[in-house]
């Protein structure tokens, strides 16, 4: 098991639906869990399968949830449009 | 400030400071994503200025980080510059597309086209103007013989003949 990490994600800079679908996709990899607090979201990643390690996997994990936040960010300028 | 800060470039992590007047977040979403696939990044928030920490996925060293932010600069301002063009074209690629919607779904002909109506009502056996009556009929001098029949001339003559010659079989 590796050690734990944590990503912090402004409320103003992401979308909490692109955090939780991210959720269910690393589910596998470890356990996530979700704090909601005033200004941001923050996930812990506890438990990370030992071949990606915690900081990797939260790393990938916050670079899939600012890709999936950016195209429902677009998608939402286009549908307003 | 004008240009993006340099809070952090070592241990293979570079974090930088924007100025959230400056560079619009769609700007700032639009630069991260192009730096996805080569690093780690996370935005984060303080006050008016928005953190961008990039983590490369290779080692480099602080040389190859403060080159890496130069690079995200230079996204930042193309993404600025590509934005303010969508945003002054966006009449005309309205316009545009509108146009060739209506043009698929046929709710818009051309001018040119609407005059060809006129000519539905004709059969297709009409020849109006004598194309299909033969050069030997058409030219033919009156009162002499006709010609020989032969293979392209024994026919009935179809309704495209009209006004053409046809044999009695009197001499």
Redesign the interface.
Known sequence: MSAAAT??F?K???KLAAIQEAMEAYADFATLSLERGD?AWTVAFEGADEEFGAETLA??F??YV??E??QR?RQG?QGSE | MTAPEILTAKDGKLVLSLDKGLYP??VI??A??IF?DRA??????VDDT?TVEI?VKDDADEAGLRALAGEFGNELLSQALRRRITKENQNILETIVSQALAGATGAMVPSAFEDDEDDDDLDFLDDPLGIAVPWEERFKKRGSAPAQPGPDTERDAGPGDSGGFKPTGEK
């Open positions: 990503r912090v402004h103003k800079l992401y200004e790393s990938e916050a670079n600012l890709a936040t950016i960010v300028a | 977040l769609e979403y639009g991260a994503y996805i780690y990044v996370l935005l984060g928030k928005i983590a």
